[in-house]
């Protein structure tokens, strides 16, 4: 094996007696290291983009919800929550109303997510950092008070200024048992807040969430002040969520379920995934396509040392060791290439981090693409690269044929 490596080591280092493998040689090393550098920016702007996306979603989304396994409510009685605050893991336990219902101010109306929470919920979920107007106060002399998304409260005709003017904005929604077929307002349940406020996370949120005090929304919704619809969870290390996960699920009962942010979004993540996925085999594949030219530059290379394949052989070398040394040669080839593509990626990545060298343009959350280096993309790139070129050379030296 050392010999083998000692002689390709030379024949990759040594002048070519035709230029033409000196160039198609530099032609794969480029394209090898082009491709590889692609891959590594295309799937770091990936891991960018969830990344931002999960940021967007940790307004909404809580690490860990406990949600019952059937229906839409859970009674807080059934849950011990000191016991599961009791877990070191466990920052702070939130319960939350969520519904869609209508609401309405003057002549605009919207079907909004209505998100009934506690003083608490706001320090969970960093509500109260986005806060563009007004405060998250829930109550204003005893009368409850509203908390509207910014686009949704422009969407409801509502302006800077008007959380000054103690504005009431109208919730609506169905009864449970309608007893009036005749006069349909009687088979509405219809409560004011006055709004207070606007908060601006620049996600979906903004759009369609209307935030009220926990007791207004279930009165609106009919519960009990035992029934909710969720116990929102903040951990103390986002890391150790699988382990925190097992922990809640031994100590709450069967009919509740436990879901992380993956869960509680797995058609979104499912999508990303499938995307990053599919950029890998694409580029892999132009990655083996890549692999032809230093298939090519082998060729040439075996035909022009023809003489010293007899040599090597009159010297007592195998036809194994003969493989191996070109089969090094093109292994080489492929690796320096992308080892120099996957530094290359590196810099451009980092750059982008730090300077925002491609703009998105003003319209976009982000002013620039954002992007993140994992070192498992790395490991991935490396481990594809060396397989492609491993397959590629191994089929090509064994095309080698010996003089008897």
Do not use: W
């Amino acid at each position: 094996m050392r010999f083998s490596f000692f002689v390709a080591m030379r024949y990759f280092f040594s002048k070519k007696e035709l230029k033409v493998i000196n160039i198609i040689s530099l032609i794969s090393l480029i394209g090898v290291g082009v491709v590889t550098m692609a891959l590594l920016i295309v799937l770091s702007v990936f891991n960018g983009f969830t990344n931002l996306a999960s940021d967007m979603l940790s307004y909404s989304n809580p690490e860990l919800i406990i949600l019952p396994s059937k229906g839409k409510v859970i009674d807080v009685e059934e849950i011990n929550t000191q016991n599961l605050e009791s877990l070191p893991q466990i920052s702070a336990i939130t319960p939350v109303v969520k519904e869609s219902v209508l609401i309405s101010f003057e002549n605009a109306q919207s079907i909004v997510n209505m998100y009934g929470v506690e003083d608490e919920y706001f320090r969970i979920f960093n509500i109260d950092t986005t806060i563009q107007i007004g405060n998250t106060s829930l109550y204003t002399k005893d009368k409850p008070n509203c908390i509207l998304g910014y686009s949704l409260m422009l969407q409801m005709s509502l302006y800077h200024g008007a959380e000054k003017h103690n504005l009431p904005i109208q919730f609506c929604i169905p009864k449970k048992n309608p007893t009036n077929v005749i006069v349909l307002e009687d088979n509405l349940n219809i409560k004011k807040a006055i709004f207070s406020g606007s908060f601006l996370t620049r996600s979906e949120i903004d759009d369609n969430v209307a935030i009220v005090p926990i007791a207004f929304a279930q009165d609106l919704l009919e519960l009990l002040p035992n029934q909710i619809s969720s116990l929102n969870i903040k951990l103390k290390d986002s890391k150790k969520t699988e382990q925190v996960k097992a922990e809640i699920e031994k100590n709450i009962p069967k009919s509740y379920v436990v879901k992380n942010r993956l869960e509680q979004n797995p058609v979104y993540y499912k999508v990303v995934k499938a995307e990053k996925l599919a950029v890998y085999i694409i580029l892999g594949f132009i990655i083996f396509i890549a692999s032809f030219n230093i298939m090519g530059a082998l060729s040439l290379l075996i035909m022009t040392k023809s003489k010293d394949i007899t040599i090597l052989r009159t010297m007592g070398a195998t036809k194994k060791d003969v493989r191996r040394i070109f089969f090094i040669n093109g292994v080489m080839m492929s690796i320096i290439g992308m080892i120099c593509g996957l530094i290359l990626g590196i810099i451009f990545c980092l750059l982008q981090q730090h300077f925002g060298i491609i703009k998105m343009g003003a319209s976009f959350i982000v002013d620039s693409f954002p992007i993140k280096i994992y070192l498992t993309d790395i490991i991935a790139i490396f481990l594809m690269v060396v397989t492609i070129s491993c397959l590629c050379t191994a089929i090509m030296s064994r095309k080698i044929r010996f003089n008897k």
